[in-house]
């Protein structure tokens, strides 16, 4: 099963692998049903990060950045003090601001503006790909922890790639496109986002999604995972060099 950029989520397993994985930890514990609304209220207003970027749709985005880094600190913490449960949560809130960010506001919206201003399509191809390279790996991390584990090699690959890819649009991709954008464009893409907001429902990290997981999980065959698995970490291995690009 591939990542569903449509908004809901995606499964796919994740096995033990002796050089990146972290032993397995008990995620039984229970679980906010409050915590992916949490998320899309981080992405969709963003509290105080998004204060003054009212009429900058690549500012708006770039405030989005800061709650994704955050959220980062927080799973890369967790995953050092093995709190699945914890992880659990926060990686559903996540995988949300990541839908509604990337996908939504950046896929959706902003870039079919693009497609008549002066700006290469090898870039945009570069950011879709970082986008669907992200998204595999959140949800087969995200799978891990709905069967207890914590895959420490998806979970550090998660944080590296996002971290440089966050980089690289903040620091080359947004500010070539603010360059191009006039008024009339900038309330267009404006307008976009909010109703990207406003139809976005976000994933709820309770036990029926939990469930789903494992019995999706269950359904795929041991070996079809591991060749999944290990094609996802040794793409991610070759373009750490770069990650993601």
Do not use: Y
């Not at 995953?79 to 926060?90: E, G, P, Q, S, V």
């Not at 995988?95 to 497609?115: A, G, R, Y």
């Not at 009339?184 to 907001?197: V, W």
């Not at 041991?222 to 996802?232: G, P």
């Amino acid at each position: 099963h591939g990542p569903n950029t449509s908004g809901s989520v995606a499964t796919e397993t994740v096995e033990s692998n002796e050089e990146l994985t972290g032993k397995d930890v008990d995620a039984s514990g229970s679980v906010s049903h409050g915590s992916a609304t949490g998320a899309h209220g981080d992405a969709a207003h963003g509290g105080e990060a998004h204060q003054g970027c009212g009429h900058d749709p690549m500012g708006l985005l770039s405030a989005d950045h800061q709650v994704i880094l955050k959220k980062l600190d927080e799973i890369e913490q967790q995953i050092k003090m093995r709190d699945a449960n914890t992880l659990w949560r926060t990686m559903t809130e996540l995988e949300n601001i990541i839908m509604l960010h990337s996908i939504h506001k950046e896929e959706d919206t902003l870039f079919p503006f693009l497609l008549d201003l002066p700006i290469g399509d090898g870039l945009v191809s570069i950011i879709k790909e970082d986008h669907r390279e992200l998204v595999t790996l959140m949800h087969s991390f995200r799978t891990g922890l709905a069967e207890s584990r914590i895959l420490d090699g998806l979970g550090m690959s998660i944080i590296v790639c996002l971290r440089s890819h966050i980089r690289k649009e903040d620091n080359e991709f947004f500010k070539l496109i603010d360059k191009l954008l006039d008024h009339d464009l900038r309330t267009k893409i404006l307008a976009g986002f909010k109703k990207a907001e406003d139809a976005f429902v976000p994933v709820v990290a309770d036990e029926n999604t939990r469930e789903q997981l494992k019995k999706e999980a269950v359904a795929m065959k041991r070996d079809e995972m591991d060749d999944a698995i290990a094609a996802a970490l040794e793409e991610t291995r070759s373009s750490l060099s770069g990650c993601c690009h």
